[in-house]
């Protein structure tokens, strides 16, 4: 599966693929229409080769004719970008009823659909601004981590430093002045000769 998905994100990457694929299977008289679906998939196609895993270095001369076959944390990974960018509905709706939405499905929906993502961010202040009742705190902080937008106190950057100024140490109280202070007999303290000749 890894090796014919990476054979067909290297035949999408050459110049001109993505139009000559577009242009097969939708048929539009409009232009700009056209370009506009051609960049989105175009979008897409890039989010995808920068996500995909592959190897950190050519392999060597002598190496052994295997084909490189990456880590299944990393394959779950990438698998989880194009989940997102083949369904970024289902992210959004995930996210209204609080279910847990993974940073990556995040990021893919933010890189692959900049207006949709844009437009969802003004309609949910817009929304919530409008909504008196009460919002459950699970959703706010997903919500907040969709949009970047913070919806509750604790997804604010600025709180984690607010929290934290109740565990500052406690400065030290300042010490009685230990500077030199009456009278003191330089003879007796440090032993000197001119004591010696004193008499």
Known sequence: MYLA???EL??????????RA???RIQT???EILQEIVASYQRKLDFYNSKWPRPNEPPGLLAP???YIPPRSE???VGRYIEAGENPVGVFQAAAAGQFVPSEHIEAVAAIYPPLYADAQKRLVLKMSERKATVPYKQRQQMSRLFGVPLDSTA????????Q????PTPPSPQPNQGVGGNVTLGTRVGTSFDSRGG
């Open 5 to 7: 998905r990476t054979e």
């Open 10 to 19: 290297n035949k999408a990457s050459q110049p001109g693929a993505v139009e």
């Open 22 to 24: 577009v242009k097969a």
């Open 29 to 31: 008289s409009d232009p």
């Open 65 to 67: 004719d295997n084909p």
């Open 75 to 77: 394959l779950a990974k």
């Open 156 to 163: 604010n950057p600025d709180y984690g430093a607010f929290l």
């Open 165 to 168: 100024q109740g565990y500052k």
